[in-house]
């Protein structure tokens, strides 16, 4: 979890001795750090809108917040003054045990209610950033969700996953830390310039005019460690990757004698790391050498001038004692806003990406009025002068005047050559997406017309790969149909030949299947798949190469559970294996988005065209 860090007076009151705590204290302000994550920037913070919107959503946890960090401010700024009067009252000599008890005891109260409020503080900004970034991802999710495929055509899905993690993890940051810091260095900054004011005017503009000068120093060294810093991670991630690519093709490295060569090559990504660090190193070691140059110089400075002060009795030891501490906070404060900026604009970067995603509008919707679809379902399909394109290739139709009708019952198979638009007939009729001219037609009723939702649970789907879940068997079977018995889920499993296997599991319908199935053969996730599409009870039935991968025992016992599965259901096959489409009742052959032949196996067979040419080389090369 993101947080801030709840020791406000860290910059000040450094852990540890000597130069080298100072100097980490006063790198704790800059904007630098070894950490240092690259992150989207805006221009503005206006997209910080929807962010901010979404935390006023929670206003007795903001309340709650606010008040404790009013608390701790006001807790910071009262250790210098309880220490101001310690050595002016407790250290004189002339106090007594009691006047030095209670004056630590007043200390030791301020302590308490300063650890108590950054408690407070720190769980509810943290609480803040967490619920604002899990509701954020949960509406962007429901948005996602509604959009159709041609969104994730142009959109990667893994650009996508990266915002809603790296880019929801700054957002939590704003919320959870940066906000707060930014109010409370604010805070303590005001009322610790108010307090140097009443402790001592002139050494407080000697102090204000100092403090630039330390300050400014720090940031450009900061900036400056950032983009090393990120080129630096840039080459560990160079490391990851160069491991990542080398050990997952290690049989073809030692199969072709090259593990010296990639032994040289990973040597010279390692050296550019250690060149990229060496700079870091160099940067960092210049910027602690000024950082203490400058800071131990500003001190030494006042406390000198303090020291003359004092010894004019013009002011106390414990003034300069509580200046001292009390500028020390103030330059912190003013360092830390320093960093603010910077994050917020990250964050505006990051909300930026993320309203994207949430204003991203389905292409593929329900008309106002969606016409119904007529009952009981029939299975007809019509397509008549379809033409498409893919967003993504607009050049390209993958689909040319197309016509074809099918009728309730029919089984349909659909070959030809790869990129022929085989795949691109199972989108459409999925209403996945509208083609651009033509229209298709389910039971009569033209899709654009009617409620996605409705035409597809008119469809049931078996993939080519079988596409399983990380869940257990019961949930991938009822996919289709979630309110499905236990005793209905296995009448569709021993319909798939797939009982048998799924019996045989170590916790039966509650085994987890694992990622993706993994669990599983791929014949045994295909005859699942199968099962699935069977619980569904669908009119249509959409088969998409669904034995091209198996073996031959498995291709048996799936094409056995198919042809269960087919009867008296309207059916669209799609196989490259011609050997599988021999029994449908037509046969379409595509090439270039149009139908060049149709008819049964037999007839095709005997023309000698398109599928007689790909029906003799692929049973030429099973025979061989």
């Known amino acids: 979890m993101h947080g801030e860090t709840p020791d406000n007076t860290r910059a000040a009151l450094p852990e540890g001795d000597g130069p ?58 009262a250790i210098p003054y309880r220490f101001k009067v310690i050595i002016d009252e407790a250290f004189t000599g002339n106090a007594s045990e009691t006047d030095i008890g209670h004056a630590f005891q007043y200390l030791l109260m301020i302590v308490v209610i300063l650890g108590l409020g950054t408690a407070l503080r720190f769980y509810f900004v943290s609480w803040l950033g967490e619920r604002v970034v899990a509701d954020i991802r949960l509406k962007v999710q429901e948005n996602l969700l509604r959009l159709s495929p041609g969104f994730y055509e142009v959109n990667s899905p893994k650009e996508i996953s990266s915002r809603m993690t790296s880019d929801t993890a700054i957002i939590e940051n704003v919320v959870g830390t ?39 120093p720090i940031v450009y060294f900061g900036r400056k460690i950032r983009a090393v810093s990120r080129t630096s991670q840039d080459r560990i991630a160079d490391v990851g990757a160069y491991i990542t690519e080398v050990l997952s093709a290690m049989k073809i490295v030692q199969s072709f004698g090259q593990e010296r060569r990639e032994g040289e090559r990973f040597a010279g990504v390692v050296e550019n790391t250690f060149d990229t660090a ?31 002060a004092v010894a004019a009795g013009e002011i106390s030891g414990g003034t300069i004692a509580a200046f001292v501490l009390t500028g020390g906070l103030v330059a912190g404060a003013l360092g830390a806003l320093t960093e603010v900026y910077g ?50 290739r607009p050049e390209t139709a993958a689909l040319r005047d197309f016509t074809l009708e099918i009728e309730p019952g029919e089984t349909i198979a659909i070959v ?30 033209p899709l654009t017309s009617a409620d996605p939702a409705d035409i597809r649970a008119r469809l049931a789907l078996v993939p080519q790969d079988g596409v399983l879940f990380s869940a257990n068997a019961r949930d991938n079977l009822r996919y289709g149909k979630w309110d499905a018995t236990d005793e209905q889920i296995w009448d569709a499993a021993r319909a798939a030949n797939a009982e048998s296997f799924l019996r045989a599991l170590p916790q039966g319908l509650d085994t987890y299947l694992g990622e993706g199935g993994t669990q599983l053969s791929g014949g045994q996730q295909q005859r ?51 050997a599988t489409v021999r029994a449908a009742d037509r046969i379409v052959v595509l090439d270039e988005g149009r139908i060049v032949e149709q008819g049964t196996h037999d007839a095709l067979t005997k023309a000698g065209g398109l599928y007689a040419r790909l029906a003799r080389l692929q049973f030429a090369a099973d025979a061989a």
């Open 20 to 77: 080298e705590a100072a100097s980490a204290a006063f790198e704790a302000i800059s904007p630098a750090g070894d950490e240092a994550e690259p992150a989207p920037k805006s221009r503005t913070l206006a997209p910080l809108r929807m962010v901010f919107g979404t935390a006023l959503q929670y206003p007795r946890e903001i309340a709650l917040a606010l008040v404790a960090l009013v608390i701790t401010s006001a807790a910071t700024l």
């Open 178 to 216: 940066t906000v707060s810091v930014a109010l409370r260095n604010t805070l303590t900054g005001i009322g610790g310039i108010g307090f140097l004011v009443y402790l001592a005017p002139s050494l407080t503009l000697g102090l204000l005019i100092g403090i630039p000068l330390v300050v400014v």
């Open 278 to 308: 060496r700079r870091r190193i160099l940067l960092r070691a210049s910027m602690t050498t000024v950082v203490i140059l400058l800071v131990f110089g500003g001190v030494v400075l006042v406390m000198w001038r303090g020291a003359l």
């Open 343 to 392: 994050d917020l604009l990250r964050g505006a970067g990051a909300a930026s990406r993320l309203a994207e995603l949430l204003e991203a509008k389905p292409e593929i919707a329900a008309p106002a009025r969606p016409e119904r679809l007529p009952e009981p379902p029939r299975g007809s399909l019509s397509f008549r002068n379809v033409t498409f394109r893919y967003p993504a």
């Open 416 to 445: 030809g050559p790869s990129g022929a638009g085989k795949s691109t007939i199972f989108q459409l009729v999925e209403r996945f997406y509208d083609p651009q001219g033509g229209t298709i037609r389910m039971d009569g009723v």
């Open 528 to 578: 699942v798949a199968i099962a699935r599409a069977l619980l569904r009870d669908a009119p249509i039935l959409l088969l998409d190469e669904a034995t091209s991968a198996l073996d031959a025992e498995s291709e048996q016992l799936v094409q056995q559970a198919l042809e269960g599965l087919m009867k008296d259901r309207t059916t669209l096959v799609i196989a490259h294996r011609l």
